[in-house]
């Protein structure tokens, strides 16, 4: 009974040395053979009979990815699906992106980059399964839910349909518990919560969060499998931007519908073929942060780096000191780390955690800082793994910064 009632805890460190200490002094008092044969085969009873009773595989949860039977050009269409060993699934919206971060016998760890999902997780008595979306953790045990995340909005959104999750993340303190029906909102830039009924159909309809960064999958980092992280989804089809105020913008001929509105909604190729057509030198020195940093989505997700580079160096150069000209900072980290230049992606992560230490992106940096430098320089790998490990500690490499400071 003590198992069962303890095994769905997580232990920390030092719960496993007391319980080690007290394990061995019990053991250390016995004076007959007969009382530590007795002992064994209580304990292997105790373990066989919760094993069998609770349907408990000593094996890993193992996964595949599912991609859609069908073509999703149309916007909150489902996109990749991840089925689980153990009955559990994750549905990604079409223009979502995520991927699985790791398995165990208990369950699996799950990251939305951007968008939404849809997450049935089959109830078992040990089971442990965790969806990170942004600074944000969805403990659950077994419960079908909805989660978004926009990075550009800074929006966390969970539905949860049936059972109970626990939210965690630095606007909780000790976390949130969501019940049945309930929808919850937190808002990082106005640092609001909110608790309301779920209106939403039980349907698991997507709805899509908007993102200027859909992350690229990382790899290396996956244990599981191939040991990368699988890709489950194109780059956005489907947002929704927040509009901008800037009052930077010089008076000039502007495009009927602007491009982060155009840029929402799949347009990439018109929004960069309007700015060649007005004059890129033209545009750069013209047109609102908002507007250059749509331009340097759409480039990005054309495949046209150089283009988008150089959109983001004049963001910096015009609007320094925004969030914009921090974000624009990261972008070009992980351009530079998708080429291999690593030492110019180490420049750009370090600049973005100057400018924005407490950024949107500032989890994401420091965590890929982290990795780039576990097998090259490991007093500085080591240094941001205690860093990861104070500013995140149940951030999605969480893990690897254990592993890099030594610790289980």
Known sequence: DLIRDRIGDEATRADDERGQARLAATVGAMNTSRTRQSLTLAFALAAGVLLAAYGVSANKVSYVVESPTVANDEPGQPGAAVAFSDGSRIRLAADATGHVMGTGWRGAEFALEHGALEANVVHRSFSSWSVHAGPFTVLVKGTRFGVSWSPETRRFVLSLHDGVVEV???????????????????????????????????????????????????????????????????????ARIERSNDSARTPGPAPSVRWPERVASGDFKGVVDDAHAQGIDVVLGRESSADLSALADAARYLGDRGLSGKVLTMQRQRFPGTERAAMAAYLMGKMAEERGD?????????????????????????????????????????????????????GPRAGIAHQIVGQP
């Open 342 to 394: 690593a030492q110019a992606a180490l420049t750009w992560y370090d600049r973005y955690l100057d400018e924005q230490p407490r950024g949107t992106f500032g989890q994401e940096a420091l965590g890929r800082k982290m990795v780039m430098l576990r097998s090259d320089n490991h007093e500085r790998a080591l240094a941001a793994a205690r860093e990861y490990l104070v500013r995140f500690p149940t």
């Open 168 to 238: 965690r993340g630095d606007l909780f303190g000790g976390g949130r518990t969501v019940h049945t029906g309930e929808r919850l909102i937190a808002d990082l830039s106005t640092r609001q919560i909110s608790v309301e009924p779920d209106s939403s159909q039980d349907s698991a309809q997507m709805h899509p969060a908007s993102s200027v960064d859909p992350q690229s999958p990382d790899t290396g980092e996956n244990e599981i499998g191939t040991g990368q992280a699988p890709s489950m989804a194109p780059p956005p089809k489907s």
